[in-house]
């Protein structure tokens, strides 16, 4: 049994590429199929018309509008039109004004031919009409349905709605309802997307107005990027945004501040879920965002941070030193820094791993908003390793009552030059052509900052 409702339910198809364009898709082209019921019940009552009536108007007013719309092209697809209601054929839909430009009198003249006759399959019309799109990546592909009730051959339009826009086909869609805010009608296409009553044909045709301007237009949007204290300070960071059903990347940018000081203004699609990423050390993400149309947007982001400053005391004798800056308590690594150098961060309890000879380790370093945290070690030492004959020799250090190893000596060059932190130390060194453990050696050493060493072995 139909709802006693008129139903228009836009959804998107196939948007590529990036959107940041003001005042429309400037270069992209929009193509719109309007995806009609011309099943029996849209000769209902309707104003002082009928359903159907009232949908040929509006189209036929909106698709002549549209003519002048650069980059635009539509197509009509009409289902439960050439089959009795009685056979109940679910396949009764047909493509019926393919998308072409300058095709809106052969798009009106059809439609005033097609009159209203069979049975409502919406999940399948849904179906077929997304192979009614040429084959074009750059192409933004849209599907207005107009229909005056529910799925009467047990599709489910909300699951299929949900398949295809995992799969990248399909965005979030429009559902409005004329004449009736009947619960039954919201919750069988709330699902499928957001959901807008209309009480008579002049706030239909408001609606529809409202929809095509968004389809046609872009959303200005604020990205703030939260201090500790929620104010929108932090800036200059990249900035990339996903399809959030999909995850196909829509854009890149870096995080910018006008000439006010405020956050720059993004022009994005409305009709997109975006994931956000910034990339923060560690990155900061916003795993779905929905905007608003016809508003301006503010998406936050709680990106507080403050800077981590590794420094050498004396001359760095090392080609290259770098820190290892990992969450605290995990083996995830946020970040490989080198050293006399000052990164941001995101608030928070850092462990850090030095990788000098030998290495050193911190954990639970504190990164604070907006000030610098400065890890500083001594310089090395420089020790001069002579090497008689061929040997197998191991560094170690004493560490609480432990020998802990430090490094291994490369016994096949017989002079060697290591750089290695301050400290006490221990050669453990046996010749490899002797077999005997006896013949092991130990040779304890000291290295001092910014000095040399001898030690043979």
Not at 242 to 271: C, V
Not at 272 to 278: L, S
Not at 318 to 327: P, Q, S
Not at 368 to 391: C, F, H
Request: charged share 20%.
């Amino acid at each position: 049994m139909k709802k006693s409702a008129f139903i228009i339910l836009l959804l998107s198809f196939f948007i590529c590429g990036q959107s940041q364009i003001i005042n429309g898709f400037k270069g992209k082209k929009t193509r719109i199929l309007f995806l009609l019921d011309g099943s029996g019940s849209m000769l209902a009552e309707m104003d002082n018309s009928n359903r159907w009536s009232v949908a040929v108007t509006l189209m036929s007013k909106i698709v002549d509008t549209l003519r002048t719309v650069p980059n635009v092209e539509v197509g009509l697809r009409v289902f439960g039109h050439n089959k009795y209601n009685e056979l109940r054929d679910c396949n009764d839909t047909k493509l019926e004004v393919p998308f072409s430009p300058y095709n809106h009198k052969q798009f009106v003249g059809r439609l005033r031919q097609i009159k209203p006759l069979g049975y409502t399959s919406i999940t399948q019309s849904l179906l077929a009409s997304a192979k009614d799109f040429p084959e074009d990546k750059t192409s933004r592909n849209i599907i207005i349905l107009i229909t005056d009730g529910v799925e009467e051959c047990g599709g489910d339009p909300c699951k299929v709605s949900e398949q295809l826009q995992k799969k990248g086909i399909v965005l979030k869609p429009f559902i409005i309802g004329l004449g009736t805010d009947n619960e039954i009608f919201r919750n069988a296409y709330s699902c499928a997307g957001k959901y807008y009553n209309a009480e008579n044909s002049v706030e239909f045709e408001k609606i529809i107005g409202v929809i095509v301007n968004q389809a046609l237009n872009n959303t200005t949007v604020q990205l703030n990027m939260l201090d500790a204290q929620g104010l929108p300070k932090e800036t200059d960071m990249p900035i990339s945004l996903y399809d959030a059903e999909n995850g196909a990347i829509l854009d890149n940018f870096i995080h910018t501040m006008n000439g006010k000081g405020i956050p720059d203004t993004l022009y994005l699609d409305p009709m997109q879920k975006y994931k956000v990423v910034a990339h923060t050390l560690p990155p900061v993400v916003l795993e779905s965002y929905e905007i608003t149309p016809g508003r301006h947007n503010v998406i936050p982001l709680n990106t507080p941070q403050g800077n981590l400053l590794f420094k050498m005391g004396g001359v760095n004798a090392y080609n290259r030193l770098l820190a290892i800056v990992r969450k605290n308590g995990t083996f995830e690594t946020v970040n490989v820094q080198d050293f006399n150098t000052s990164k941001r961060y995101i608030t928070g309890s850092y462990d850090i791993e030095i990788l000098c000879t030998p290495r050193i380790k911190y954990n639970g370093i504190s990164v604070k908003q907006s000030q610098t945290t400065t890890i500083e070690i001594p310089a090395p030492g420089l020790v001069q390793l002579n090497i008689s004959r061929d040997v197998t020799a191991s560094v170690f250090q004493k560490i609480d009552g432990k020998m802990v190893w430090v490094m291994d000596f490369n016994s096949s060059q017989p002079r060697q030059l290591h750089s290695i932190q301050p400290g006490d130390y221990i050669a453990v060194y046996r010749p490899k052509s002797e077999t005997r453990t006896l013949y092991t050696k130990k040779k304890e050493f000291k290295v001092q900052s910014g000095l040399n060493t001898q030690l043979s072995l």
